[in-house]
């Protein structure tokens, strides 16, 4: 049986960052979404609020999935933290199937079992 998808704002950050590091800049790119999708963020809050807080493993896969994005004319909103020289560090992603496609391989952020020994 299926389950019926809920729209979820995916916020994705840099797995190669302190767990603690990679949690504020995820808000820091939901905060981003809200003030440049505000319209698809209120509807996204009132029909649904889930999250899916994912991890791309690097730098390098994040600006990956950005561009992906932006290449398919999915909406999201990037971070790019002062203290670490400007980097980008998460991008939030907006809540659609398109989206939740893109996404499908990365793990669960802030998660023990995705880091290698």
């Not at 939030?92 to 669960?108: G, I, N, V, W, Y």
């Given at each position: 049986?299926?389950?019926?998808?809920?729209?979820?704002?995916?916020?994705?950050?840099?797995?190669?960052?302190?767990?603690?590091?990679?949690?504020?800049q995820a808000?820091?790119?939901?905060?981003?979404?809200?003030?440049?999708?505000?319209?698809?963020?209120?509807?996204?809050?009132?029909?649904?609020?889930?999250?899916?807080?994912?991890?791309?493993a690097d730098?390098?896969?994040?600006?990956?999935?950005?561009?992906?994005?932006?290449?398919?004319?999915?909406?999201?909103?990037?971070?790019?933290?002062?203290?670490?020289?400007?980097?980008?560090?998460?991008?939030?992603?907006?809540?659609?199937?398109?989206?939740?496609?893109?996404?499908?391989?990365?793990?669960?952020?802030?998660?023990?079992?995705?880091?290698k020994e």
């Amino acid at each position: 049986m299926e389950t019926e998808w809920i729209p979820k704002l995916y916020l994705v950050s840099r797995g190669d960052l302190p767990a603690g590091v990679q949690a504020c800049q995820a808000i820091h790119a939901m905060r981003e979404f809200i003030a440049e999708h505000t319209d698809v963020e209120e509807k996204w809050y009132n029909d649904s609020n889930h999250i899916a807080f994912l991890e791309a493993a690097d730098k390098a896969e994040l600006q990956f999935l950005k561009t992906k994005a932006i290449e398919n004319g999915i909406l999201c909103s990037s971070f790019y933290e002062s203290d670490l020289e400007n980097e980008l560090t998460a991008v939030a992603f907006c809540p659609t199937m398109d989206s939740r496609e893109l996404l499908s391989q990365l793990p669960t952020a802030l998660n023990d079992e995705n880091k290698k020994e």
